[in-house]
């Protein structure tokens, strides 16, 4: 009778170390992108449409930050 098993150490091989590191730049690069879009897309924005959001110009690049990064 032949059996046959599954055995993973807790060491990963260096092709799951390789594709989880590219999954990791992959996800950190979408994350900047995200960024750079939101602060792209509220800079626009003219002093009076963000003064009526409650906002002020200095708040942007935190905003973008926590829309970005804090969302996951």
Same mark, same amino acid.
């Given at each position: 009778? *032949?059996? *046959?098993?599954?055995? +993973?150490?807790?060491?990963? !091989?260096?092709?799951? +170390?390789?594709? !989880?590191?590219?999954?990791?730049? !992959?996800?950190? %690069? *979408?994350? %900047?992108?995200? %960024? +750079? ?8 924005? /003219? ?6 959001? /409650? ?8 905003? *973008?930050?926590?829309?970005? %990064?804090?969302?996951?």
């Amino acid at each position: 009778m *032949a059996t *046959a098993s599954d055995i +993973r150490t807790e060491h990963s !091989g260096i092709v799951d +170390r390789a594709a !989880g590191f590219f999954t990791e730049v !992959g996800a950190r %690069y *979408a994350r %900047y992108k995200t %960024y +750079r879009a939101t602060l792209n897309e509220l800079s626009t924005l /003219g002093d009076r449409d963000l003064r009526d959001m /409650g906002l002020c110009r200095s708040q942007l690049r935190s905003i *973008a930050w926590e829309h970005a %990064y804090d969302a996951h």
